[in-house]
């Protein structure tokens, strides 16, 4: 069994309350850091702790933190990102379900650590449920004196409120959700300034993930260099997994960093191998924006060393043969999927989240949908797969904002690695006509009509 | 663009304006605009799931801005609902994880079963069926969202009981 | 602070724009600009057609930035330097992003009112190809009709935002927004209002493609077929500098806007009183021709300087014909036969 921080009292009855919650001893990490220590000893807990932004970017947490602009005098903000949207993910939802207490806690200390007064949770707006569970918890936490002025008789102020968002997947982008916590539209923000400087109402914020947040009470109440000792290198401490497709177990799982792909797919305590009796095919193993992985590159790197769940391990070889942890979306596909399918899919999410500012992304991502729908459906040319790869790679990079990059590789990386299939699409449309084409005939029965073959 | 305008009776009841005074309370005084997001999900669940010119116009008075500002936000988010639509929306995930599951044969099925087609709207007005991006859940598909809540693990016999449910009143759309 | 843009060096205050540092330096780096709009706050970085490389961030930090960055959004450090028309990457860059602005555009300039004093045409004249990669159906609106003096074409639009700008920057009480999101986003008052602000007409001047244009210039003349003068009024609209360009046809003003410089943006913003209700020359004090950019297509019509009549000996011939091909072409030279009169007659031909 491997060590749990997060979620080590998720099996615990009734720890959604405040009751139970603080019984097992929540909110120590709040009477640790307001009356023993300073905000910047906890900025230095942070960031000896070596925890990275869960959100999908990686950034050292602490690091971020300690950009915020304090010289300016003006009001701080702490701003967590609830706006889990990115496909395969929902780990966020589970922990603020579940334990709602556990990210508030994290959300005072962390605020505390800032010199903010007036913090938020946005949340997406379809988790409306969670919304209303976040607020009785914050209304439970004020009540019993955790919020509000004058906290355990310090001098210290916070007010803690959840904001929810109404359907758009652009607003886990930091900037955007600063824009639609402002009652905008969300659209991003043309960086620099950067929200340390300039975020919610242009004073200093900072936006973290909330599993980023949630993991802030164990750094304090043990220490950064506790934290630091778990999971490999660069990549310590746990992580929340969200597993999904054709799997045994899905769920949200948390491993400590630098566990070994093959045993969080195929063991007991995890996954536990595929569900159907078909061979996997591919793995997405941090969301839909990063790179799908093929088979072979799935428990091996491409020299050969095991793949591990860890940042490096899983970004080992680059866009040619890795990928990356981003989120912790962990999809797997079995040889039943269609590669072109489900990259249509995600192209088609992706043109429906662009927010429309930025030309390349607004253009680039319909058009990528469209072609990707035409060769799905049989009407595909064989100049098209390389008309995706040039789309593609006019929009990566080009954009303000990563959500351009974040359709871009999807499409890249199945023409990588997938070639083949996109073939088979343009080249025997009546064999694709079904949207279940594979289940019957897996790819690997007909590769061989695509395949070059030397005579 | 040109649209079309659908009338509407608003009600902004005291308890509906004590809410929205709650949740602009959030936000500093001279930051109402913050609220704007909350709001028009407050207004919304109170008006039949939908808002009209004349509710937003409403909404940009309370919070003391231009009408513009609310209907560039109220397009730009697809939670909100800018004409009548079916009182019980079955809002289906087809994004990735979900389709590997089999939503959308779950959809042609409840889509056969209510005699509409995706987006449209059953003529006694109760239901409407929809597809739409990652909802959150892909560990549990296929799945939708039913008001407030999500449905799912569903299977063709859930469908059956949710249309059921719904049509003897037993579905709870807002936890309110 | 020295800033190097393709070789060249200027010194800049700090605050400069790599764009605005181009700009001062001028001639073929400058890097075209389709939503920047010097004049109003907030414009610029979206349309990305101004991508430059940075290949040296300044003096301090000398590490290149990895990603094309938006020169009209990025501003100059010392001793940076920047690579805009000389490399291969910027112009990869702005190739894409025509290529983008183009694909859904409806390419209907031969009926659009912008055409020849269109940025979009200028930035494909430059950076575009002839042939299309896109085989897909185009994205269309409906119209909306926004009052009566301004033409919306949202087909048209590139979404630069500039005329939501002015909206927000010259006028009170905005109308006009951009709803809707992503590849559908467009600009509209979303309940068919009209725009009737004083100033809305300033919208006409900043976009920079046909979307928004004149509804009492509408089809009245290719823009090279008239004649730009410089001119004034007394104009009693506060905040109206009362200077334009109006545009005439022989003694005809089909034409009023504000003065445009080299990057087309105006020197100043004019009142809708001086665009639209006044086109009688007794209206204006005529200052003079105003000038354009050399190789504009409105000089086609320039008779500021002189024009020296080539003679080519083809050409002449050409253009005098043979005499039995006048015949031929002239209806009346040569009459019908009476079967061809008949057919004529019977509305055949």
Not at chain 3, 308 to 314: D, G, K, S
Request: glycine share 8%; proline share 4%; with cysteine.
């Amino acid at each position: 069994m491997s060590k749990k921080i997060l979620l080590d009292k998720i099996n615990v009855p009734g720890i959604k309350t405040y009751e139970v919650y603080r019984q097992h001893g929540g909110y120590a990490s709040v009477e640790k850091a307001i009356k023993s220590m300073t905000p910047d000893e906890v900025v230095e807990e942070v960031k000896k702790s070596g925890l990275r932004g869960r959100g999908g970017a990686g950034f050292p947490a602490g690091m971020k933190w300690s950009f915020i602009d304090k010289k300016s005098g003006k009001p701080r903000h702490l701003v967590c990102n609830a706006d889990e949207s990115e496909p395969g993910t929902f780990k966020d939802r589970y922990l603020m379900e579940f334990i709602p207490h556990l990210l508030i806690e994290g959300m005072i200390t962390s605020s505390f650590a800032l010199g903010a007064n007036r913090s938020y949770i946005y949340i997406r707006g379809e988790y409306m449920w969670v919304f209303k569970i976040l607020e009785r918890a914050i209304a439970e936490a004020k009540a019993a004196g955790w919020l509000g002025k004058n906290i355990l008789g310090t001098g210290y102020d916070l007010e803690l409120h959840v904001h929810c968002g109404a359907g758009a997947y652009i607003c886990g982008e930091e900037t955007a959700l600063i824009e639609s916590l402002e009652g905008k539209r969300g659209n991003p923000r043309i960086k620099p300034p950067f929200p340390a400087v300039s975020g919610l109402w242009a004073n200093p914020t900072v936006v973290n993930n909330v599993e980023t947040i949630a993991a802030v009470p164990w750094i304090v109440n043990n220490s950064g260099d506790d934290y630091a000792k778990i999971g490999v290198g660069r990549s310590t401490g746990t992580k929340l997994i969200s597993a999904s497709g054709n799997i045994i177990n899905p769920g949200v799982y948390e491993i400590e960093l630098g566990l070994s792909v093959d045993e969080f797919m195929n063991s007991d305590e995890y996954l536990g191998g595929m569900s159907s009796n078909r061979p996997l095919k591919a793995l997405v193993p941090g969301g839909s924006s990063v790179p799908i992985l093929p088979a072979d590159l799935i428990f091996k790197t491409a020299n050969g060393e095991d793949r591990l769940m860890t940042y490096e391990s899983l970004s080992d070889g680059g866009f040619a043969t890795g990928s990356m942890l981003g989120s912790g979306g962990f999809i797997v596909y079995d040889d039943t999927a269609c590669i072109v399918r489900n990259t249509w899919n995600f192209s088609r999410f992706y043109h429906h989240e662009s927010c429309g500012q930025c030309t390349p992304c607004r253009e680039g991502t319909g058009w990528l949908e469209k072609v990707l729908h035409r060769i799905e459906t049989g009407h595909g040319r064989e100049e098209d797969i390389d008309l995706l790869w040039s789309i593609q790679s006019k929009i990566e990079g080009n954009t303000i904002c990563p959500l351009g990059d974040a359709a871009s590789w999807p499409v890249a990386a199945a023409i990588r690695h997938f070639r083949e299939e996109f073939e088979y699409h343009v080249r025997f449309p009546e064999r694709i006509k079904n949207r279940d084409h594979f289940v019957n005939e897996p790819f690997d029965k007909v590769r061989h009509l695509v395949s070059k073959q030397v005579i | 663009m040109e649209r079309v305008h659908y009338k509407q009776e608003i009600n902004m009841t005291d308890a509906l304006m004590n809410r929205i005074n709650e949740l602009i309370s959030h936000y500093p005084e001279d930051k109402k605009k913050s609220a704007l997001l909350p709001v028009l999900h407050e207004v919304q669940d109170a008006h039949d799931n939908w808002l009209s010119i004349e509710l937003m116009d409403k909404v940009a008075e309370i919070l003391e801005i231009l009408p513009i500002e609310v209907y560039e936000v109220a397009t730009f988010y697809t939670m909100y609902n800018l004409k009548p639509i079916g009182k019980y929306m079955f809002e289906f995930c087809q994004t990735s994880c979900c389709c590997l599951n089999g939503v959308e044969d779950l959809m042609d099925y409840t889509c056969e079963k209510l005699g509409v087609g995706i987006g449209e709207t059953t003529a006694d007005g109760l239901f409407e069926v929809r597809g739409v991006e990652c909802l959150g859940a892909c560990g549990y598909a296929p799945m939708m969202q039913l008001g407030d809540f999500y449905k799912e693990h569903l299977t063709k016999e859930k469908i059956d009981q949710l249309i059921a449910d719904c049509r003897d009143n037993k579905i709870i759309l807002h936890d309110k | 602070m020295k800033v190097t843009i393709d070789g060249q060096s200027i010194e800049v205050e700090p605050g400069t724009t790599i764009l605005q540092a181009a700009r001062m330096i001028g001639g073929e780096s400058v890097p075209p600009a389709m939503c920047y709009y010097s004049k109003l706050k907030g414009s610029g970085g979206k349309c990305r057609c101004c991508l430059v490389e940075v290949s040296k961030g300044s003096e301090a930090d000398p590490r290149p930035m990895p990603k094309l960055m938006a020169s009209c959004v990025t501003g100059c450090m010392d001793g940076m330097e920047v690579n805009s028309k000389n490399s291969d990457r910027v112009r990869e860059a702005r190739q894409s992003v025509t290529e983008f602005l183009l694909i859904n555009h409806p390419l209907d300039c031969p009926i659009c009112d912008q055409a020849g004093e269109c940025d979009l045409q200028d930035l494909s004249f430059e950076h575009g190809k002839s042939k299309t990669r896109f085989i897909e159906e185009k994205r269309t609106f409906e119209p909306e009709d926004i009052g009566p003096n301004i033409q919306l074409h949202m087909n048209r639009c590139i979404l630069c935002q500039r005329c939501v700008q002015v909206a927000d920057q010259l006028t009170d009480k905005r109308v006009h927004g951009v709803l809707d999101r992503g590849d559908h986003a467009n600009i509209s008052t979303c309940i068919s209002k009209a725009i009737d602000n004083e100033f809305s007409g300033n919208m006409i001047d900043v976009c920079p493609v046909g979307a928004l244009t004149d509804k009492t210039f509408r089809f009245k003349s290719r823009v090279w077929f008239n004649k730009p003068f410089n001119a004034h009024r007394e104009c009693t609209t506060p905040g109206c500098c009362g200077k334009t360009t109006v545009w005439m046809f022989g003694n005809e003003i089909q034409r009023v806007t504000g003065r445009k410089d080299q990057y087309h943006e105006v020197e100043d913003f004019i009142c809708n009183t001086c665009r639209f209700d006044k086109k009688e020359v007794t209206d204006w004090v005529i200052e003079g021709p105003r000038k354009f950019d050399k190789d504009s297509v409105i000089n086609q019509n320039n008779y500021t300087r002189e024009m020296e009549t080539v003679h080519i000996a083809t050409e002449e011939g050409i253009l005098k014909g043979r005499e039995q091909d006048r015949k031929k072409i002239s209806m009346t030279a040569i009459p019908l036969k009476k079967e061809e009169q008949e057919e004529f007659n019977n509305g055949n031909l």
